[in-house]
């Protein structure tokens, strides 16, 4: 069975930088195109960045181009989500999803990924 574990959240003040990991065990990574999402209080989940197994290309949400990057280490099993120039507005808990097949601008439609990770809470201070 597929499993993913996010890592790496935490509190940090405006500006600053994080990075969230994401592990993925129970089958070949390589299959996988991993999808990261948040959810704030009160908020629906949205989607973040997503990176492809097949070229490691990745998209962004409007909202985080220029200060979020996705990358990958297939030696590790691992992608990652760079955080930089963090603001309040990015405070939530943060997801990876696991996902097979051909993806596009589809990569925000969360009933595409049939695995996901527990979350991790990140938290802007202002």
């Known amino acids: 069975e597929v499993q993913l574990v996010e890592s790496g959240g935490g509190l940090v003040q405006a500006g600053g930088s994080l990075r969230l990991s994401c592990t993925l065990s129970?089958?070949?990574?390589?299959?996988?195109?991993i999808g990261w999402f948040r959810q704030a209080p009160g908020k629906e989940r949205e989607g973040v960045s997503c990176?492809?197994?097949?070229?490691?290309?990745?998209y962004y949400a409007d909202s985080v181009k220029g200060r979020f990057t996705a990358s990958s280490d297939n030696a590790k099993n691992t992608v990652y989500l760079q955080m930089n120039s963090l603001k309040p507005e990015d405070t939530a808990v943060y997801y990876c999803?696991?996902?097979?097949?051909?993806?596009?601008?589809?990569?925000?439609?969360?009933?595409?990924?049939?695995?996901w990770g527990q979350g991790t809470q990140v938290t802007v201070s202002s």
């Open positions: 999803a696991a996902e097979q097949g051909q993806i596009s601008l589809t990569w925000t439609y969360e009933e595409r990924y049939d695995y």
């Open positions: 129970g089958d070949a990574f390589d299959d996988y195109n």
């Open positions: 990176i492809t197994s097949s070229d490691g290309r990745t």
